[in-house]
């Protein structure tokens, strides 16, 4: 749509605009502390590598309470489940990284498709302004332009924003991002060569080959899901978690009802499908009943089984932070290399 410059000086008053009216969130603290928080406009960083905890938990939080009842029977509906009602807030995020934008469009379509919409992440959604950060240096655990993202993506965004000489550039998006902008005292300018340079710079920067993990898409699907590998890429793997809680478009979770003498609460919780009790059916039996069923789904749902449903679109983004996360050293690019190989040749 349009490109605007802020100068340097004016950034404070530029975020004190964009925030007018609403919850700003941005990246704060440093290193394994550097999360998206609510914070002020004269608080807001520009040079942090990633947030450490994907953004997905301001709109899919960790735990969240759905519903409540109480047990008190001199009052009415009494022992009846209640909604809490629509605690969403408007808000604006500035900070995401394109790959944490691109992986909340992911989740989006998960959580509001032609078949259900999920009211808890629709509010909290639809509210949020975004604006993106893009990626000048890409972190040495980056692979967005392997699965089609770029380090200036634009997907899921109101807004994209660079760091340029003397302040902060910024295109907008959608009309919302036009008419936040619009809203402040950015001035007109044209950064489109710009943009370009820079974004083909940071591509060089990265290791991974652009599209390179296409080939997955193409391949048939029972011969990627009965490849040898399996047993192999899942040896060491603990199944403890961790790299589906830190990734941006993992969304499995699990509702349990809590109650005490004076009523109850309707909790989500976030879950994880390397766990074996995530697909333990109340018969005893378990589809997915060793870690070389539980590791195969995760990697087969994230480039495999996403894409078949999101018209191409990987259900990674290359964030690279399950890489960097996982305890035992299971690289998701090593993996990824394995399902683009034609199995008549697949060496574990
Ligand atoms: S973080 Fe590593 S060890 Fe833990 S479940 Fe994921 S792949 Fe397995
Ligand atoms: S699978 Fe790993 S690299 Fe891909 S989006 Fe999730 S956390 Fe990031």
């Known amino acids: 749509m349009t490109e605007y410059i802020v100068k340097e000086s004016n950034l404070t008053e530029f ?25 002020t406009p004269d608080k807001i960083k520009l040079d942090f590598a990633n947030t450490h905890l994907s953004p997905k938990a301001s709109f899919f939080p960790q735990t969240e309470r759905l519903l409540a009842f109480h047990k008190d029977k001199s009052l009415p509906n009494s022992n009846v489940y209640q909604d809490l009602g629509d605690k969403a807030q408007d808000c604006v995020l500035f900070g995401l990284r ?33 604006i993106g950060l893009a990626c000048l240096k890409p972190s040495p655990q980056c692979f967005c332009a392997a699965v089609g993202g770029s380090p200036f993506g634009e997907q899921g965004l109101d807004v994209l924003a660079y760091v340029k000489e003397g302040g902060l550039g910024l295109k907008t998006l959608t009309e919302a991002g036009e008419a936040l902008i619009k809203s402040t ?50 040896e060491n793997c603990l199944n403890c ?10 969304h499995c979770f699990d509702i349990q009802d809590e109650q005490s003498e004076k009523g109850g609460v309707r909790m989500r919780n ?4 390397m766990s074996s009790l995530f697909t333990l059916h109340a018969s005893g039996h378990n589809p997915r009943p060793t870690k070389v ?36 050293n299971i690289d998701i690019r090593d993996v990824a290399a394995k399902m683009c190989r034609p ?6």
């Not at 509001?112 to 949020?128: I, L, S």
């Not at 978690?241 to 993992?250: A, K, L, M, N, Y």
Request: a positive charge.
């Open 185 to 234: 005292k950015a001035e007109s300018a044209s950064l489109s060569n710009e943009i370009q340079k820079l974004e083909q710079e940071a591509y060089g920067l990265q290791k991974a080959e652009k599209d390179s993990y296409k080939v997955i898409t193409e391949r048939d699907l029972m011969e990627v899901y009965n490849d040898p590998h399996w047993p192999f890429t899942a």
């Open 293 to 328: 069923e539980r590791v195969r789904q995760r990697f087969m749902h994230k480039l495999k089984y996403i894409p078949i449903k999101q018209d191409g679109v990987f259900g990674c983004t290359g964030c690279g932070r399950c890489v960097v996360m996982c305890p035992v």
């Open 343 to 348: 199995t008549q040749t697949a060496k574990v």
């Open 270 to 273: 976030w879950d994880t499908c």
């Open 241 to 250: 978690g961790v790299c589906t809680f830190f990734c941006p478009t993992c």
């Open 98 to 130: 394109p790959c944490d934008a691109k992986g909340l469009t992911v989740a989006n379509k998960v959580f509001q498709n032609d078949r259900f919409v999920d009211p808890y992440w629709k509010g909290k959604y639809e509210k949020a302004l975004k």
């Open 15 to 39: 975020f004190q605009a964009v925030s007018q009216n609403r919850t700003l969130l941005s990246p704060v603290g440093q290193g394994e502390k550097c999360r998206l928080e609510p914070t």
